[in-house]
């Protein structure tokens, strides 16, 4: 009899499995090219798996979404309908790195009981899900459940920004194990040096009305990250540098709380068989909402003339300079003389307290005018809280100066309150026909593809930091178009001509300079994608460098066409970017010296001359020597670049006989 019961057990547990088995449903979808697969597993809860050519990238993480009321959206799914979408079309933005996007993916919505979905929708070069629910009302989002688990433990690049505050993106990047980060957060864009030679760039895109993402080691399972979000603000102070921050005191229990029928940011990983792929990514502009504004004709991406970086530092002027109108007339007829766009006016224009009360020793309205006159707009900083509390009238003062944008800074959080900032000051700005430049940010997530006017974004160690630090090393530079440049266009603020070997450099507040060469400086001009350009240094300084100035007057803000041709993370890099008929390489290397062959195969046929700019003889230990060559090349032609120690190489190439 005892014999008889464990074989009825067993079969009893046979049958147990099998069920179990068949309530596991697996449902597969492929990138167009069929090299990269996404397995979404439903069974007791909703998992999914990434491979890329046969190799494993991301193994089964579970996905779910706990409500306020304990409900789990994905604990026990029941599957209901399956909906299988392809697209293929070309997108033309208003502005980018390039005038075109091919949009080509499979799609798959899984639509469960309990009114929500699952979208995977998978690019050659990407994998991309979100949720979406469709429930009454408003609901709080307590947590969403968001791990990347890989098959072994991977290397990375990460921002390790050494706070426990809820912002990280003025740090910088960090290498190794992922067991080994023991930063309390890692903002994103993160990039995994994965195992199978793939590079991952992890991060998100359409992130509105909902806190941004981070993560963390999971300390519960080896080899996996998970993603922790900051909880909703219930109580702020005035705090941070010369209380311009407003910062979060007290949370709720929940992350969000929001509508019941949306759509739910997009949780992205780009996927690189080459580090070079990830200089040229358009993944998150294309996961964006669409434009919303219908009259666009008033943006106008270009240069910036900024007063801020080079401390107001003219010479050879016969008056005092400072903030007052003889200085920003200077700086408007130097935008002028040099079809600069724009000019910025940063801190101490205004009461930093009160956008209504400008400073005494200026009129803007006559300043306004003045550059109006001479077709150079203004952009005005602002900080964040004060915007914030003074919007309406601030805007509609701006709007009667004749402002052309507003540089909005030290909103320094992501939780769903700022956010919602971020998007109520863009929609009020595109009202007043305002462009934004927003500074002490987050990560870009596409919001400038649904309103064009948000024309550029900091979130990163730029080069102010030179002005305190020495944390803006050529390591860094180099990191940046593989890291942060991935979710979008980066305010870096380039521009100093004075350059500095490592031994040299000193921070100096009120007389900065930079580590590396003045090459270096310029190729940033094409290796950062930035609509909105700054022109860090003082109009004297570019005064005094006429080829420096010649070039940097001409560089475009936007391309026609982006082509990356080699690369290394943190090591080096060279990217070719197209304007109308005319061609510009950029390169840049860290501190080591560097030897690198520049095929020009991407130019048309034709013979081309080339303007080149080289790090000198000398470069390494005067890092303002260069040389400047110009040279017959075609599209046989191959060149062997030299660049010295925190160097960089630059080169504008147009058709033979070209008017451009």
Known sequence: MKYLWIIVLGLCGLFSNANAARRNRDVTVYSPNKQVKVTVTVGTNISYAVTMNGKSIIQNSPIAMTLENGDVLGSKPRLRHIYRHSENKTVTPLYGANDHIQDHYNQIRLRFRKHFSLIFRVFNNGVAYRFMTNLKGQIEVKNEEVEYH???????????????????????????????????????????????????????????????????????????????????????????????????????????????????????????????????????????PHNKLEDTSWIKPGLVSWDWWNALNLKGVNFTTGINMNTYKYFIDFASENGIPYVNLDEGWSDQFNLLKVNPKLNIKELAAYAHKKHVGLILWCIARVLNSQMQQAMDQFEKWGIAGVKVDFMDRDDQIEVNFYRRTAEMAAKHHLMVDFHGAFKPTGLSRMYPNVINREAVLGLEYNKWSKKDTPRHNVMLPFTRLVAGSMDFTPGSMHNYNKQDFRPIMNRPMTMGTRCQQLAMYVA???????????????QADPNVLTYLKKVPTTWDQTVPIAGKIGKYLLTARRKGNTWYVGGMTNWTPRNVNLFLSFLGKGEYTAKVFSDGVNADRIGSDYKLDTLKVNQKTNLLIHMAPGGGWVAVIKPVNSNQ
């Open 528 to 542: 950062y994608y930035a609509p909105l350009q700054m022109l860090a240094d003082a109009p004297t300084t570019y």
């Open 150 to 288: 890989f098959p072994t433990n991977e290397k990375a690049w990460y921002l390790n920004p050494g706070s426990t505050r809820w912002h990280g993106y003025e740090s910088n990047y960090s290498y190794g194990p992922i067991s080994n980060i023991d930063s309390v957060k890692v903002a994103l864009p993160m990039v995994i040096d994965h195992n199978s030679g793939i590079k991952v760039a992890i991060t998100e895109a359409s992130l509105l009305d909902y806190p941004g993402e981070y993560l963390v080691p999971d300390p519960q399972q080896e080899n996996t990250l998970k993603a922790i979000m900051p909880a909703y603000p219930t109580k702020t102070e005035h705090a941070g540098h010369n209380n311009y921050d407003q910062t979060v005191t007290q949370r709720a229990d929940y992350i969000a709380k929001t509508q019941g029928t949306r759509s739910f940011p997009w949780r992205l990983m780009v996927l690189a068989k080459q580090d070079k792929d990830l200089l040229n990514t358009q993944l998150v502009y294309l996961l964006a």
